[in-house]
């Protein structure tokens, strides 16, 4: 999920003429649902062979599989020759707790985003395609793309032939050391849904600096009711805290990039997350040896799926096509 939020007194910016909305469907794309729990699609060409590499893509907070900004990586990745695989995180998407209560905007962790990968690679798995996959991840997506990828390489069961992060979250603006964050878990068990924080949204400080953001495709976003729109509950920012530090204290990236090439893309006008952080990251990783690369998109925001027209097909180019060189 994605949103603008502009600053008082700013100027609002010209608005681009021309600029197609984002394309959530097309005639030559199928569009599925696998037989699991939660929310799944596969997104793949008509005519796909039965080899097309499968990409898992993990959304990021407040999102889910259906979600424009989600749903035109798919279909972008499909158009390209990919079999492109997502689904929902926990507490995302059509969900509900044990009571049958809407359980949307608690999110419960890693672990059970693992869980939720290797259920929806398996049942794709189980149709026709090798052990391999490429994990795209953005934002919070793109620090459990890291984590999900290290987890599911150890195991064996599944080749992990790149990882692209697309603004990843790698490091908190606030800083809380692990004795707070293991408090707050603790108290999260009982009120999971207290509201610690507001929406993570891009802000626009003056009509020169801004993002670069298609207002067609932001509408898009803006109009769909399923994503999470309320501010960031407890029990999901511990859940974020938790992976966040893990991947932080594994080195994750770094190391990670000695065994699977990575490609990072990065908005510089990103304003949600410190998109110096993936980069310098990136940087240690190369120098150290790994296989790591990073393209930078000057005028983006945090959502490189909401930039005008052209700006948008080269990041769904990327996705599809990078390999290590």
Not at 12 to 26: I, K, V
Not at 103 to 111: I, L, Q
Not at 183 to 205: G, H, M, N, Q, W
Request: hydrophobic share 45%; aromatic share 4%.
């Amino acid at each position: 999920m994605h949103t603008v939020r502009r600053a008082r007194g700013i100027r609002e910016r010209a608005t681009p003429s021309a600029m197609p909305a984002l394309e959530l469907t097309d005639a030559s794309v199928e569009i599925r649902a696998l037989d699991l729990a939660f929310g799944t699609e596969v997104v793949r060409a008509r005519d796909a062979s039965a080899k097309a590499p499968t990409v898992l893509v993990i959304h990021g907070l407040n999102s889910h599989v259906g979600n424009p900004n989600v749903r035109a990586l798919t279909v972008a990745l499909a158009k390209r020759g990919a079999r492109a695989v997502t689904f929902d995180l926990p507490g995302h998407g059509t969900c509900v707790d044990a009571s049958g209560a809407d359980a949307r905007g608690v999110y419960t962790g890693k672990e059970e985003v693992v869980k939720r990968a290797r259920a929806t690679l398996d049942a794709v798995g189980g149709e026709d395609t090798a052990a391999a996959v490429s994990i795209c991840g953005s934002s919070l997506g793109g620090a459990l793309a890291l984590y999900v990828a290290e987890v599911l390489r150890r195991e064996g069961r599944w080749k992990i032939e790149r990882v692209v992060l697309i603004n990843p979250l790698m490091k908190m603006k606030m800083s809380l050391p692990s004795v707070a964050v293991s408090a707050l878990s603790l108290l999260a068990r009982f009120i999971p849904r207290l509201e610690v924080s507001s929406r993570p949204t891009d802000v626009i400080t003056d009509d020169e600096t801004g993002p670069d953001i298609d207002p067609d495709a932001q509408a898009q976003c803006d109009a769909d009711n399923l994503s999470w729109k309320k501010g960031v509950t407890l029990r999901t920012a511990c859940g974020i805290y938790d992976v966040v530090g893990a991947n932080d204290r594994a080195n994750a990236l770094v190391n990670l990039s000695f065994e699977v090439p990575i490609l990072v893309l990065l908005g510089a006008r990103d304003t949600v997350v410190i998109p110096d952080e993936a980069r310098d990251k990136a940087k240690l990783a190369v120098s150290a040896g790994g296989k790591a690369e990073v393209r930078i998109f000057p005028t983006a925001g945090h959502s490189l799926t909401l930039q005008s027209l052209a700006k948008r097909e080269e990041m769904f180019d990327l996705v599809a096509h990078w390999r290590w060189k």
